[in-house]
């Protein structure tokens, strides 16, 4: 699914990431973790295709991104990739399911299939009676499961998460941690997520533990919830 190959990143003179071998399986819950500074963010980014590294490659569900165009690449992220950040950053004029409908339109999608598919997400996320709500008119735990929903919209191939319950409660946590194992077994769903969460951490199929901008371990949990 996810091929990481020799990736090297510097800011200026600071190097953040040196020389990251990875792979990731299709269906598998990965969590990567590490002091702040380890070089987290920075590879979840490239992973995502949001920036570009300094030496290496990297392959997503059998693309390598490594040389598309900026047009191309795009494309590709917007049909590939779903992501979801610690603040739902939904947009707060339009409603839950406009939100969710977004990414479809930007691929392309009819207003009918676009629709479609984004009540039968809310429907799975128990929100369907919310989707004519605007951000404001929702709890922290609705808006992330509607950022969820987004990031899932264009049937991505993998799911990048950037510490998606840091704002959340512990109730909200547990549901939304709960959701990702119940997205992989419905759609088979592959997802990669930066965390400072330990107990979502220990729940996921496997641990990259990063520092200094190296992986410094990947430990197998084989748990799941």
Sequence with gaps: MIDIKNIEKSFGTLKVLKGIDLHIDKGEIVSIVGPSGAGKTTLLQIMGTLDRPDKGSITINGTDVSGLSSKRLSDFRNKELGFVFQFHQLMPEFTAIENVMIPAFIAGTSTRKAKERAVEL?????????????????????????????????????ILADEPSGSLDSKNKEELHQLFFNLREQFGQTFVIVTHDETLATLTDRTIHMRDGQIIESSDTNTSI
């Design 122 to 158: 809310l429907h799975f996320m128990g929100l369907e009676d919310r989707a004519q709500h605007k951000p404001n008119e929702l709890s922290g735990g609705e808006k992330q499961r509607i950022a969820v929903a987004r990031a899932l919209v264009n049937h991505p191939s993998v």
